[in-house]
Structure formats: structure tokens, C-alpha cells
């Protein structure tokens, strides 16, 4: 990571969005979210996603493919804040100790 | 603005992973609904704080869109200088954009207090911008002094409680009366727990012209010692209690109850919010029961003097 000086941008600008990726948040992680499916609304119909609208780390990753749904936990970036697990109106989500 | 999960899911993430702000933090999911309401290219004006701070750790950010970070008391006038600086380069015809829309946003500490001035000189003057502040109810970045958004009975560093005192004392500015005082087109107030309503006000806050002030409630585990699951429960429960009423403020005195207070038969107790923060423990003890009632009385009179406001009879 370290740099010469002239190959600091000037201005202490940051010039790539988003970079702040390449920092993996999951190691702060004391417990765990575990999805189970079946009473899961954006599976059944697309719709919910209470889980993913108020994630603050961006770790339910939810998509739509050709009618498929599909959902998961990015562990490399959760926290484990327990918000998806609280917010679950089907209780799909339990946390669990890591 | 109809606020449909399709669109929402198509939007970009304005903000990235990676960000170090603590676990359960409600700033994120402010800003990940704000991103929700943009229109279009926009520049975002930070003032220091936790969003600020924990967002961009040199030599990374995880805004995905331009942003600036300036000092603690000038976000207002960092993003007035933005706008104009547009208005002079289209007049010269060397911007590109046919339009950029300029948010400032800034912490409690930062809008309520030291931002003060200068969010009340940038409101006279009239550019064309909104203010968010996302209120946390401390300086909590660094390390939980009493600000003007502070509560009654609220513990902080500064404002410790114990056998003298109950915490603060004073009781919380009503900020969105005293901006909306400036006769600016519009105000309102959004938690994210309801975040339809948040989307909503934030775009129509985009689209007025001249100056928009947002209040977001943006409840904080590591301050107010709560459970870092329960950031949503406690945004819902500060509407539900009239700790944090949602309306807007039309051109400084058309009063618009919002939905969610709205539909509330009768406010819940106060004591439903504190119980779940350790910050508002002490007053559960025998000797700050009638300051605990203080805080109801005046939270049940600032509610029906808004409701009075909103004509709400
Ligand atoms: C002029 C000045 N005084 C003090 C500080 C130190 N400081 C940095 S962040 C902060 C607290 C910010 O509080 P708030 O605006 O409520 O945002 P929060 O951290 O609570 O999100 C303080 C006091 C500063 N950066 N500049
Ligand atoms: S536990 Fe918190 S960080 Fe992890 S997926 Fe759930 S809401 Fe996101
Ligand atoms: S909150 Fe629960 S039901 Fe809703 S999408 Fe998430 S896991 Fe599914
Ligand atoms: S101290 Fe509070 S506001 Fe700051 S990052 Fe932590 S939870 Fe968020
Ligand atoms: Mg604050």
C-alpha cells in the first residue's frame, strides 16, 4: 500500500469508487446470519427484501434471472449486526455464533 | 415519486462494502435509501463525522459517486459554492451536465451546532441544494458529547447521569421548525424504518427549487448502547413514541402530517424507546422517576402542538 509521493493523487483526492472494498468487513463478525428459505417472500414472489434494503454493509445479495430468484450472505463483508434477523417478517433469518 | 422494489433493485448502490462504520450503524441504510431517490448525477458535500470519517479511510472510499469531504462547520457552504461554481461554468458554457443535482450532508453535532451558521446563511441566500442531516442524537465519532439534538434525560460523555444529575437536562432543538423558519420551498422528516415515505420526501426535496432540508433519524449502537439488531426497531419506535414525528413543511408553515404519524391511534410511551438503550438507563431508577415523566409531558406536548400545527385536531 505504500506509495512514493509522486504517485499520490494530488489533493488527497481517491479516485476509485467504491475502493473501500478491497477492505473485508467480516472479520469483525461475532454471529453469523443462516437464510432459511422456505418462508423467504422475494423467493416466493418477489417481494420483502426489508433484509436487503436496511443491510448497512451491503450483504444480502439478492437476484433475478430469467424468473429465478435467489438469495444469499456475503460473509466476507457482514458484520453480523443481526438488522436482516430483527427485520425478518417470516423470521427466515437466525444468527448464529460464529 | 412511486417507489416500486423493481426500480429499487435496479438502482445503483451509491455507497460500496468495506465501510467501517460499526455494526448495525442506521447511517448506511440512510444513505443506501437516499441513493434511492437521486435523479440523476449528483455530488455529495460530507461534513466530518462518523459517515465521513468511517466512509473513507485513506487511501479508500466507498462512495460510489462524487464526493467531498470538507469541515466540520461548513458543509452548507462547501455545497453553496458547488452549485454557484455550476451555474458560472454553464454560463460559460464548460459544463457538460445539463443538470447536477448537490447534496450536503452532515451529523447532528455538524447541523444542529456548529454547522449552524453556516446552514442558515446558505438557506438565505437560496441555492438550489439539499441538506441532510442524519441525526444520532451526540458527536458520537468522537465519543458521545451532548449536542443540540440531544434528548432530555439522554447520557453522554458530557452530560454524564448519576446521583445529581439525569443526564441532559435540556431539552432537543426542533430543528425542522428553526430551518423551515428560513421560509425555504420544503422540509421534512424520514427514519429509515419507513422508507417509502423517506424516498418519497428525499426526491421531492431534489426537485424543489431552491433549498431542501432533510431530518433523518439515524439511531447508533455504539452511543446509545443498544443492540446493534434493534437500529430499525428503534427508528419505528421514535415514531411510534414522538420522539422523531414524520411531516413535512411546505414554503415555512404548511404543516403535512406523514402517513406513518398519521395512522398512530395514540402515541406509545416514551419509557418503550429507553428501555432499549442503556443511555436512558438511569432514569428507570426510583430517584429520576418524575424527570422520566418531565420527558413524556413534553414529548406528549410538542405532538399534539405539531398535530395542532398540521391541522390534526
Ligand atoms: C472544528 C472542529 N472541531 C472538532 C472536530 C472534531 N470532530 C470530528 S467529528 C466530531 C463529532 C461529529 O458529530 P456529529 O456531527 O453529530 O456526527 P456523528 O459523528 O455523531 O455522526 C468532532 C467533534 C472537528 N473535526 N472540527
Ligand atoms: S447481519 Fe447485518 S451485516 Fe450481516 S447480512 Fe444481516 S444486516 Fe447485513
Ligand atoms: S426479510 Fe425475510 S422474508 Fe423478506 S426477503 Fe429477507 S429473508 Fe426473505
Ligand atoms: S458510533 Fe454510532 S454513528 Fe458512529 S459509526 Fe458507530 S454506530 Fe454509527
Ligand atoms: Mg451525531
Known amino acids: 500500500m505504500s506509495k512514493k509521493f509522486n504517485e499520490i493523487p494530488m489533493g488527497g483526492n481517491i479516485l476509485e469508487p467504491g475502493s473501500a472494498m478491497q477492505y473485508k468487513t467480516g472479520g469483525w463478525r461475532a454471529e453469523r446470519p443462516k437464510h432459511t428459505p422456505d418462508d423467504c417472500l422475494w423467493l416466493k414472489n418477489g417481494t420483502c427484501l426489508l433484509c436487503w434494503i436496511f443491510c448497512p454493509d451491503n450483504a444480502v445479495k439478492i437476484a433475478e434471472k430469467d424468473g429465478k430468484r435467489t438469495y444469499a450472505f456475503d460473509y466476507d463483508y457482514c458484520k453480523g449486526c443481526g438488522i436482516c434477523a430483527n427485520e425478518c417478517p417470516n423470521s427466515c433469518i437466525e444468527m448464529e455464533s460464529e | ?313
Open chain 2, 1 to 313: 415519486m412511486s417507489v416500486k422494489l423493481k426500480d429499487m433493485i435496479q438502482s445503483p448502490q451509491i455507497m460500496s462494502s468495506g465501510h467501517r462504520m460499526c455494526a448495525g450503524c442506521a447511517a448506511p441504510p440512510i444513505i443506501k435509501i437516499m441513493g434511492f431517490a437521486l435523479r440523476g448525477p449528483t455530488i455529495i458535500c460530507n461534513a466530518t463525522g462518523c459517515l465521513e470519517v468511517a466512509t473513507t479511510i485513506y487511501p479508500q472510499t466507498a462512495w460510489r459517486i462524487p464526493w467531498i469531504h470538507v469541515a466540520f462547520e461548513n458543509v452548507a457552504a462547501v455545497a453553496s459554492g458547488i452549485v454557484e461554481g455550476i451555474n458560472a461554468m454553464k454560463e460559460k458554457g464548460r459544463y457538460k451536465h445539463e443538470h447536477v443535482d448537490v447534496i450536503a450532508i452532515g451529523g447532528d453535532g455538524g447541523t444542529f451546532d456548529i454547522g449552524f451558521g453556516s446552514l442558515s446563511g446558505a438557506l438565505e441566500r437560496g441555492h438550489d441544494f439539499v441538506y441532510m442531516v442524519y441525526d444520532n442524537g451526540a458527536y458520537q465519532n468522537t465519543g458521545i458529547q451532548r449536542s443540540g439534538a440531544t434528548l432530555p434525560g439522554q447520557e453522554t460523555t458530557t452530560s454524564w447521569a448519576g446521583k445529581a444529575e439525569p443526564g441532559k437536562r435540556e431539552r432537543k432543538k426542533p430543528i425542522a421548525e428553526i430551518v423551515a423558519a428560513h421560509r425555504i420551498p420544503y422540509v421534512a422528516t424520514v427514519d429509515p424504518f419507513h422508507y417509502r415515505d423517506f424516498i418519497t420526501k428525499f426526491r421531492k426535496a431534489l426537485e424543489v427549487e431552491g433549498p431542501a432540508f432533510i431530518h433523518a433519524f439515524s439511531p447508533c449502537p455504539r452511543g446509545w448502547r443498544s443492540e446493534s439488531s434493534k437500529s430499525m426497531e428503534l427508528a419505528k419506535l421514535a415514531v411510534e413514541t414522538g420522539i422523531h414525528p414524520l411531516y413535512e413543511i411546505i414554503n415555512g408553515d404548511e404543516y403535512i402530517m406523514s402517513a406513518p404519524s398519521k395512522n398512530l391511534t395514540e402515541l406509545k410511551p416514551v419509557d418503550e424507546y429507553m428501555k432499549l438503550q442503556g443511555q436512558f438507563k438511569h432514569l428507570f431508577s426510583p430517584q429520576w422517576e418524575d424527570f422520566r415523566k418531565q420527558v413524556q409531558e413534553q414529548v406528549t406536548a410538542d405532538w399534539e402542538r405539531l398535530k395542532k400545527k398540521c391541522g390534526i385536531a
